[in-house]
């Protein structure tokens, strides 16, 4: 099925560096979605974005929705050991009053302490 | 917050045999996604339903089928396991659907871990 490109795959750093992540897609969405995993437990809504050039934050992540509406950057400042995880992006598409989730192909995140 | 509730949590069946999965949705939302997650693989989207009917389909397979009940949990029957459908299964909702109110939030459930052996 449709999927966002999701970049990078897998990020190794250490505790206390920024970390930046994205997606990308050649289809325009209405909303983005971020998500983090944890192994063996369902994904975690972090930040929603509903407007394009929106900018928004939640304590260390900030995210933002893409003034094309066809990508979404994701950072988190000062990282922890416990941001480890998979980091998911999800655009929103609405056609004809139904609704559809995409998702990306996530970023797996290790912090080394 | 009231969340999504998954159940079982776990889940072992053999080939040949059928399970069902139950999701009741957060209150007040009237709809609800199904997706499988394989080992290092991203959510797959299967199904979904608004209002008590399906208004999405996605890679379900033929020997899987789905319904929403009037107090809006739902059930994903699966027959004749393979060992292919050894994963993780999420069941999501979200709140109603308003075009004058686009903001849009999916919340996910813990998920059941099914395992065919």
């Known amino acids: 099925g449709q999927q966002l490109n999701q970049s990078p795959q897998s990020m190794f750093i250490q505790e206390g560096e920024d970390v930046s992540m994205n997606c990308t897609s050649s289809s325009i969405f209405n909303t983005w979605l971020w998500y983090k995993q944890d192994p063996g437990e369902g994904p975690v809504l972090l930040i929603a974005?509903?407007?394009?050039?929106e900018l928004t934050s939640n304590g260390r992540l900030t995210a933002q929705f893409g003034i094309t509406r066809k990508d979404s950057f994701l950072n988190i400042s000062a990282s922890i050991p416990s941001d480890v995880g998979i980091y998911f992006c999800a655009g929103l598409k609405t056609t004809s009053g139904t609704y559809k989730y995409i998702f990306g192909t996530g970023t797996r995140l290790k912090v080394l302490a | 917050a009231a969340g999504v509730i998954q159940s079982p949590r776990h889940l072992i069946k053999e080939k040949r045999e059928t399970a069902t999965l139950k999701c009741y949705p957060i209150p007040r939302h009237d709809t609800v996604y199904w997706y499988q997650q394989g080992p290092g693989q991203d959510p797959q989207f299967l199904i979904s339903f608004y209002e008590k009917m399906q208004s999405d389909k996605g890679s379900i397979p033929d020997r899987f089928s789905a319904q929403q009940f009037s107090d809006y949990h739902s059930e994903l029957n699966m027959s004749s396991l393979e060992l292919g459908d050894s994963a993780l299964y999420f069941c999501?909702?979200?709140?109603?659907?308003?075009?004058?109110?686009?903001?849009?939030?999916?919340?996910f459930g813990p998920g059941t871990r099914l395992t065919v052996t």
């Open positions: 974005l509903y407007k394009a050039g």
């Open positions: 999501a909702s979200s709140s109603p659907f308003r075009l004058a109110d686009p903001d849009h939030e999916q919340y």
